[in-house]
Protein backbone atom coordinates (compact mmCIF):
# COMPACT_ATOMS: atom_id res chain seq x y z
CA UNK A 1 0.00 0.00 0.00
CA UNK A 2 0.88 3.98 0.22
CA UNK A 3 -0.05 6.80 1.78
CA UNK A 4 -0.05 10.17 0.57
CA UNK A 5 1.11 13.07 2.77
CA UNK A 6 -0.07 16.72 2.96
CA UNK A 7 2.08 19.31 4.75
CA UNK A 8 1.53 21.49 6.18
CA UNK A 9 -2.07 19.95 8.70
CA UNK A 10 -3.31 23.57 9.44
CA UNK A 11 -2.20 26.81 7.92
CA UNK A 12 -3.31 30.41 9.22
CA UNK A 13 -2.59 33.26 6.25
CA UNK A 14 -2.89 36.99 6.14
CA UNK A 15 -5.41 38.15 3.54
CA UNK A 16 -3.38 38.93 0.44
CA UNK A 17 -0.01 36.21 1.38
CA UNK A 18 0.64 34.37 -0.95
CA UNK A 19 0.77 30.42 0.54
CA UNK A 20 1.88 27.27 -0.49
CA UNK A 21 0.59 23.56 -0.03
CA UNK A 22 2.16 20.42 -0.31
CA UNK A 23 1.66 17.06 -1.33
CA UNK A 24 3.57 13.67 -1.44
CA UNK A 25 2.52 10.29 -2.38
CA UNK A 26 4.33 7.40 -2.73
CA UNK A 27 2.34 5.03 -5.14
CA UNK A 28 4.37 5.37 -7.69
CA UNK A 29 0.92 6.83 -9.31
CA UNK A 30 1.16 9.05 -13.10
CA UNK A 31 -1.85 11.36 -11.70
CA UNK A 32 -2.37 13.71 -8.97
CA UNK A 33 -5.11 16.27 -8.00
CA UNK A 34 -5.76 19.37 -5.82
CA UNK A 35 -9.51 19.66 -4.77
CA UNK A 36 -10.90 22.19 -2.38
CA UNK A 37 -13.50 21.39 0.58
CA UNK A 38 -16.32 24.06 2.10
CA UNK A 39 -17.73 23.35 5.02
CA UNK A 40 -17.89 19.37 4.57
CA UNK A 41 -19.68 19.80 1.38
CA UNK A 42 -18.35 18.17 -2.20
CA UNK A 43 -14.87 18.53 -3.90
CA UNK A 44 -13.84 21.39 -6.35
CA UNK A 45 -11.17 20.39 -9.23
CA UNK A 46 -8.70 22.83 -8.78
CA UNK A 47 -5.35 21.72 -10.84
CA UNK A 48 -4.82 18.21 -11.87
CA UNK A 49 -1.28 16.82 -13.13
CA UNK A 50 -0.90 13.62 -15.33
CA UNK A 51 3.08 13.44 -14.93
CA UNK A 52 5.86 14.94 -13.74
CA UNK A 53 5.78 19.05 -15.38
CA UNK A 54 2.09 18.77 -17.18
CA UNK A 55 -1.00 21.19 -15.71
CA UNK A 56 -4.42 20.85 -16.21
CA UNK A 57 -6.67 23.73 -15.09
CA UNK A 58 -9.91 22.15 -13.40
CA UNK A 59 -13.11 24.47 -12.72
CA UNK A 60 -11.67 26.49 -9.47
CA UNK A 61 -8.04 27.64 -11.26
CA UNK A 62 -8.70 31.44 -10.31
CA UNK A 63 -6.27 32.57 -7.69
CA UNK A 64 -4.28 29.17 -7.67
CA UNK A 65 -0.88 28.17 -9.06
CA UNK A 66 0.23 24.31 -9.26
CA UNK A 67 3.38 22.44 -9.46
CA UNK A 68 4.54 19.58 -10.77
CA UNK A 69 8.44 18.77 -10.87
CA UNK A 70 8.11 15.37 -9.86
CA UNK A 71 6.46 12.28 -10.34
CA UNK A 72 5.86 12.07 -6.69
CA UNK A 73 4.82 15.84 -5.41
CA UNK A 74 2.21 18.34 -5.95
CA UNK A 75 2.22 21.65 -4.88
CA UNK A 76 -0.30 24.30 -4.54
CA UNK A 77 0.12 28.15 -3.84
CA UNK A 78 -2.75 30.28 -3.34
CA UNK A 79 -1.65 33.37 -4.90
CA UNK A 80 -3.04 35.90 -2.58
CA UNK A 81 -5.54 34.52 0.34
CA UNK A 82 -8.98 36.25 0.39
CA UNK A 83 -9.91 37.09 4.19
CA UNK A 84 -12.33 34.55 6.01
CA UNK A 85 -11.58 31.87 3.36
CA UNK A 86 -11.90 29.02 5.26
CA UNK A 87 -11.69 25.46 3.38
CA UNK A 88 -10.14 21.98 3.25
CA UNK A 89 -7.72 21.18 0.39
CA UNK A 90 -7.24 17.44 -0.61
CA UNK A 91 -4.48 16.23 -2.82
CA UNK A 92 -5.31 12.94 -4.65
CA UNK A 93 -3.35 10.33 -7.18
CA UNK A 94 -4.75 7.89 -9.65
CA UNK A 95 -2.83 5.39 -11.34
CA UNK A 96 -3.53 6.41 -14.85
CA UNK A 97 -4.81 10.06 -15.99
CA UNK A 98 -8.52 10.49 -16.75
CA UNK A 99 -11.73 9.84 -14.49
CA UNK A 100 -11.80 5.82 -14.57
CA UNK A 101 -9.69 4.93 -11.85
CA UNK A 102 -9.91 5.29 -7.85
CA UNK A 103 -8.43 8.37 -6.50
CA UNK A 104 -6.38 8.30 -3.42
CA UNK A 105 -6.81 10.99 -0.89
CA UNK A 106 -4.41 12.74 1.88
CA UNK A 107 -5.84 14.10 4.98
CA UNK A 108 -5.90 17.60 3.71
CA UNK A 109 -4.41 21.15 4.72
CA UNK A 110 -6.86 22.96 6.54
CA UNK A 111 -6.81 26.58 6.09
CA UNK A 112 -7.68 29.48 7.78
CA UNK A 113 -7.68 33.12 6.75
CA UNK A 114 -7.37 36.04 8.98
CA UNK B 1 -19.48 21.29 -19.13
CA UNK B 2 -20.13 18.27 -16.32
CA UNK B 3 -22.40 19.27 -13.91
CA UNK B 4 -23.08 16.63 -10.80
CA UNK B 5 -25.85 17.39 -8.31
CA UNK B 6 -26.97 15.08 -5.83
CA UNK B 7 -30.11 14.45 -3.47
CA UNK B 8 -31.20 14.79 -0.49
CA UNK B 9 -28.33 17.09 1.36
CA UNK B 10 -28.93 15.36 3.96
CA UNK B 11 -30.74 12.67 6.06
CA UNK B 12 -31.01 10.77 9.26
CA UNK B 13 -32.30 6.90 8.77
CA UNK B 14 -32.58 4.25 11.60
CA UNK B 15 -30.60 1.65 12.03
CA UNK B 16 -30.99 -1.28 9.78
CA UNK B 17 -32.95 0.65 7.25
CA UNK B 18 -32.35 1.21 4.05
CA UNK B 19 -30.06 4.34 3.09
CA UNK B 20 -30.85 5.64 -0.68
CA UNK B 21 -28.81 8.18 -2.33
CA UNK B 22 -29.11 9.70 -5.60
CA UNK B 23 -26.87 11.93 -8.51
CA UNK B 24 -27.88 13.27 -11.68
CA UNK B 25 -25.32 14.48 -14.03
CA UNK B 26 -25.10 16.38 -17.04
CA UNK B 27 -23.41 14.27 -19.81
CA UNK B 28 -25.05 11.09 -21.08
CA UNK B 29 -21.45 10.39 -22.92
CA UNK B 30 -19.72 9.99 -19.31
CA UNK B 31 -17.87 6.65 -18.78
CA UNK B 32 -17.28 6.40 -15.08
CA UNK B 33 -19.28 6.76 -12.21
CA UNK B 34 -18.29 6.33 -8.24
CA UNK B 35 -19.18 6.43 -4.97
CA UNK B 36 -16.64 8.07 -2.38
CA UNK B 37 -17.64 7.75 1.50
CA UNK B 38 -15.84 10.60 4.05
CA UNK B 39 -16.14 10.01 7.54
CA UNK B 40 -15.66 13.22 9.44
CA UNK B 41 -12.34 14.46 9.74
CA UNK B 42 -11.23 11.84 7.36
CA UNK B 43 -9.95 11.52 3.83
CA UNK B 44 -12.76 10.55 1.24
CA UNK B 45 -12.33 6.93 0.55
CA UNK B 46 -13.73 5.25 -2.93
CA UNK B 47 -16.79 2.74 -2.20
CA UNK B 48 -17.86 2.03 -5.41
CA UNK B 49 -17.65 2.04 -9.32
CA UNK B 50 -19.64 1.25 -12.66
CA UNK B 51 -18.72 1.82 -15.97
CA UNK B 52 -22.29 0.59 -17.69
CA UNK B 53 -26.01 1.06 -17.35
CA UNK B 54 -27.22 -1.74 -14.83
CA UNK B 55 -26.96 -2.61 -11.17
CA UNK B 56 -23.50 -3.62 -9.24
CA UNK B 57 -23.78 -5.11 -5.44
CA UNK B 58 -21.10 -5.47 -2.99
CA UNK B 59 -21.99 -6.59 0.29
CA UNK B 60 -24.80 -3.97 1.51
CA UNK B 61 -24.02 -1.55 -1.15
CA UNK B 62 -26.06 -1.58 -4.60
CA UNK B 63 -24.74 0.80 -7.57
CA UNK B 64 -27.76 2.13 -10.28
CA UNK B 65 -27.19 3.62 -13.24
CA UNK B 66 -28.74 4.43 -15.83
CA UNK B 67 -27.65 7.10 -18.47
CA UNK B 68 -30.77 7.55 -20.44
CA UNK B 69 -32.03 9.34 -17.11
CA UNK B 70 -28.80 10.68 -16.49
CA UNK B 71 -29.02 9.37 -13.07
CA UNK B 72 -27.30 7.34 -10.57
CA UNK B 73 -27.92 5.93 -6.67
CA UNK B 74 -26.54 3.93 -3.90
CA UNK B 75 -28.51 1.92 -1.91
CA UNK B 76 -27.17 0.91 1.35
CA UNK B 77 -29.13 -2.07 2.85
CA UNK B 78 -29.16 -2.74 7.03
CA UNK B 79 -27.70 1.03 7.65
CA UNK B 80 -25.40 0.67 10.17
CA UNK B 81 -23.89 3.88 12.79
CA UNK B 82 -20.45 3.36 11.53
CA UNK B 83 -22.19 4.44 7.63
CA UNK B 84 -22.76 8.01 9.23
CA UNK B 85 -20.74 10.05 6.66
CA UNK B 86 -20.60 12.30 3.80
CA UNK B 87 -21.17 10.30 0.70
CA UNK B 88 -19.57 11.93 -2.33
CA UNK B 89 -21.00 11.04 -6.28
CA UNK B 90 -18.20 11.17 -9.07
CA UNK B 91 -18.51 11.31 -12.87
CA UNK B 92 -15.78 11.39 -15.48
CA UNK B 93 -15.91 14.55 -16.82
CA UNK B 94 -15.91 15.51 -20.94
CA UNK B 95 -12.76 13.65 -22.54
CA UNK B 96 -12.78 11.46 -19.11
CA UNK B 97 -9.85 13.16 -17.97
CA UNK B 98 -10.69 14.12 -14.31
CA UNK B 99 -13.76 13.64 -12.43
CA UNK B 100 -16.56 15.76 -11.00
CA UNK B 101 -17.93 15.54 -7.72
CA UNK B 102 -20.90 15.86 -6.71
CA UNK B 103 -22.01 18.34 -3.56
CA UNK B 104 -22.43 15.83 -1.06
CA UNK B 105 -25.23 13.78 1.10
CA UNK B 106 -24.49 13.73 5.00
CA UNK B 107 -25.72 10.34 6.26
CA UNK B 108 -26.84 10.13 9.87
CA UNK B 109 -27.72 6.52 10.90
CA UNK B 110 -29.29 6.46 14.15
CA UNK B 111 -28.75 3.56 16.77
Known amino acids: GGIITQTPKFLIGQEGQKLTLKCQQNFNHDTMYWYRQDSGKGLRLIYY???????QKGDLSEGYDASREKKSSFSLTVTSAQKNEMAVFLC?????????????FGPGTRLTVL | QQKVQQSPESLIVPEGAMTSLNCTFS??????FAWYRQHSGKAPKALMSIFSNGEKEEGRFTIHLNKASLHFSLHIRDSQPSDSALYLCAVSDQGGRALIFGTGTTVSVSP
Open chain 1, 49 to 55: SITENDL
Open chain 2, 27 to 32: DSASQY
Open chain 1, 92 to 104: ASSINWGGAGEQY
